[in-house]
T-cell receptor, first 113, second 112 residues
Framework: DTGVSQNPRHKITKRGQNVTFRCDPISEHNRLYWYRQTLGQGPEFLTYFQNEAQLEKSRLLSDRFSAERPKGSFSTLEIQRTEQGDSAMYLC???????????FGPGTRLTVT | QKEVEQNSGPLSVPEGAIASLNCTYSDRGSQSFFWYRQYSGKSPELIMFIYSNGDKEDGRFTAQLNKASQYVSLLIRDSQPSDSATYLCAVRYGGGADGLTFGKGTHLIIQP
């Protein structure tokens, strides 16, 4: 059973650049979630998809952030015009459906210099 | 504002003893409750989930839920040094909202 995978695992970028992260969920899971975690804090919910439909977005998801799941399989999270405050671990999780437990991938650690 | 509160610790427990981790939540409509373990530099790993009042046991772990008191706890029996980690409590509020709200976590140290 393959777990959630994320790429890249680490990304260092300069302020103002755009970055894109990818998440591949567990194969039979139709819900996919994005979270952000900073040091000393719990993960914070950003958005989630049911198949290709984006069903919920947190107010944390500013206009510079966009997420897609075009074919209901993998998802991408893009951050435009990165800021130093975007430095965090970006976590992806998946579940079989509503009310089921969520399993996390290894995360992508973003450092904005 | 929906909140999940945990004591940040560190909580220090001797090896072989029972570790007790606690969590309170603010919204009475909350439906599902989860405990994740997170080692330093790693992602959260699901260890327990509970949906109904009472106790749920899985190996050395027991989750306890009291919806009237808005309280959920995790007991770890026969604590091992490998249990040393941060334990995150997470709550799903339901009603169409499927994102989890996490506490800041409790740092647990098992002393050999």
């Amino acid at each position: 059973d393959t777990g959630v995978s994320q790429n890249p695992r680490h990304k260092i970028t300069k302020r103002g650049q755009n970055v894109t992260f990818r998440c591949d969920p567990i194969s039979e899971h139709n819900r996919l979630y994005w979270y952000r975690q900073t040091l000393g804090q719990g993960p914070e919910f950003l958005t989630y998809f049911q198949n290709e439909a984006q069903l919920e977005k947190s107010r944390l998801l500013s206009d510079r952030f966009s997420a897609e799941r075009p074919k209901g399989s993998f998802s991408t999270l893009e951050i435009q015009r990165t800021e130093q405050g975007d430095s965090a671990m970006y976590l992806c999780a998946s579940s079989r459906g509503p009310s089921y437990e969520q399993y996390f991938g290894p995360g992508t650690r973003l450092t904005v210099t | 504002q929906k909140e999940v509160e945990q004591n940040s610790g560190p909580l220090s427990v001797p090896e072989g003893a029972i570790a007790s981790l606690n969590c309170t939540y603010s919204d009475r409509g909350s439906q599902s409750f989860f405990w994740y373990r997170q080692y330093s530099g790693k992602s959260p790993e699901l260890i327990m989930f509970i949906y109904s009042n009472g106790d749920k046991e899985d190996g050395r772990f027991t989750a306890q839920l009291n919806k009237a008191s808005q309280y959920v706890s995790l007991l770890i029996r026969d604590s091992q040094p490998s249990d040393s980690a941060t334990y995150l409590c997470a709550v799903r509020y339901g009603g169409g909202a499927d994102g989890l709200t996490f506490g800041k976590g409790t740092h647990l140290i098992i002393q050999p």
